[in-house]
């Protein structure tokens, strides 16, 4: 145990967490296998957390009140450091909350906490948003946990599927220069099965802005090996991402929000896919990471 980083255990698996970000960095099953990529040159990160923004703003500038701050790309939350909560065996807890260097990026006060358990099947992650301000808060959060792709070496990466719970036909979004498209594209699901492939992503991430499933498998179409599964509760879009340029990981991604819509030049409190919290209130989003081997 250290100050950056904490491993919590269970009786088959093993994930480390770290301050900075409060991100997940790595999930091992009994065998060694790692189902979370492991950073590196082609995207330097593990699995961020998005917050108080998804995607991105036009011209990077959120507007309250007549005031203008620059906010990048999904929020601060990825580049902060989260104090440490609890520090279990099998769970832990990371709270940030605002401050000076926040309110000067995002004019509200708010305690986002994130806290990580692990169990012999999978692992849960449990984020609450606090309004502890005296005003609504208008914020988004999400999920960018990126995986191995492929999970098991050797492998071709387009042997791989995303299986959803339920048949997804609504249209699916795109963005351009990182904001939402206005128009849709027809959804690459076939039935409940996306076959993976390289190619999905010359566009960048596919959004499902109108996801009917709750729940989605990652695993190799046919033969043995690692699989996961992801299933979430309080998110209402989700977000599939990888390089096309031969990145070796696939992210999947539970979001409540997305990027501006290109052409959205109001207030951030009017900016589609927020959520809107009171005075003293909280929102509260899990997601849940089953893993194993067949």
Same mark, same amino acid.
């Given at each position: 145990?250290?100050?950056?980083?904490?491993?919590?255990?269970?009786? @088959?698996?093993?994930?480390?967490?770290?301050?900075?970000?409060?991100?997940?960095?790595?999930?091992?099953?009994?065998?060694?296998?790692?189902?979370?990529?492991?950073?590196? /040159?082609?995207? /330097?990160?593990?699995?961020?957390?998005?917050?108080?923004?998804?995607?991105?703003?036009?011209?990077?500038?959120?507007?309250?009140?007549?005031? @203008?701050?620059?906010?990048?790309?999904?929020?601060?939350?990825?580049?902060?450091?989260?104090?440490?909560? @609890?520090?279990?065996?099998?769970?832990?807890?990371?709270?940030?909350?605002?401050?000076?260097?926040?309110?000067?990026?995002?004019?509200?006060?708010?305690?986002?906490?994130?806290?990580?358990?692990?169990?012999?099947? &999978?692992?849960?992650?449990?984020? @609450?948003?606090?309004?502890?301000?005296?005003?609504?808060?208008?914020?988004?959060?999400?999920?960018?946990?990126?995986?191995?792709?492929?999970?098991?070496?050797?492998?071709?990466?387009? +042997?791989?599927?995303?299986?959803?719970? +339920?048949?997804?036909?609504? /249209?699916?979004?795109?963005?351009? &220069? &990182?904001?939402?498209?206005?128009?849709?594209?027809?959804? /690459? =699901?076939?039935?409940? =099965?996306?076959?993976? +492939?390289?190619?999905?992503?010359?566009?960048?991430?596919?959004?499902?802005?109108?996801?009917?499933?709750? +729940?989605?498998?990652?695993?190799?179409?046919?033969?043995?090996?690692?699989?996961?599964?992801?299933?979430?509760?309080?998110?209402?879009?989700?977000?599939?991402?990888?390089?096309?340029? &031969?990145?070796?990981?696939?992210?999947?991604?539970?979001?409540?929000?997305?990027?501006?819509?290109?052409?959205?030049?109001?207030?951030?409190?009017?900016?589609?896919?927020?959520?809107?919290?009171?005075?003293?209130?909280?929102?509260?989003?899990?997601?849940? =990471?089953?893993?194993?081997?067949?």
């Amino acid at each position: 145990m250290t100050d950056d980083t904490h491993t919590i255990r269970s009786s @088959t698996l093993t994930a480390t967490i770290k301050a900075q970000g409060a991100e997940l960095c790595s999930l091992k099953d009994g065998d060694g296998t790692e189902f979370i990529w492991q950073a590196g /040159p082609a995207w /330097p990160r593990h699995a961020p957390l998005l917050f108080p923004i998804v995607g991105r703003l036009a011209n990077d500038e959120l507007r309250h009140r007549g005031k @203008t701050c620059r906010m990048t790309q999904h929020g601060f939350a990825r580049d902060s450091r989260f104090a440490w909560g @609890t520090r279990e065996e099998s769970r832990c807890t990371l709270v940030l909350d605002d401050s000076e260097t926040t309110r000067a990026l995002y004019p509200f006060a708010f305690r986002l906490t994130a806290g990580y358990a692990l169990d012999e099947s &999978g692992l849960d992650l449990t984020l @609450t948003i606090a309004n502890t301000g005296t005003e609504t808060l208008p914020a988004s959060l999400g999920g960018h946990p990126a995986f191995n792709w492929p999970l098991q070496p050797g492998k071709v990466k387009e +042997s791989y599927a995303l299986t959803f719970a +339920s048949p997804e036909s609504s /249209p699916v979004r795109r963005l351009d &220069g &990182g904001l939402l498209r206005a128009e849709t594209e027809p959804n /690459p =699901v076939e039935g409940t =099965v996306l076959p993976l +492939s390289e190619s999905l992503f010359a566009d960048d991430a596919i959004i499902f802005d109108r996801i009917e499933s709750k +729940s989605v498998r990652y695993a190799a179409r046919q033969g043995a090996g690692p699989w996961l599964k992801m299933s979430w509760r309080g998110f209402r879009e989700l977000g599939v991402w990888s390089k096309p340029s &031969g990145a070796p990981f696939l992210c999947i991604e539970p979001w409540r929000g997305y990027a501006s819509p290109a052409g959205f030049d109001g207030e951030f409190s009017d900016k589609p896919g927020l959520m809107h919290i009171a005075p003293g209130a909280e929102e509260q989003l899990s997601y849940r =990471v089953e893993v194993g081997s067949s």
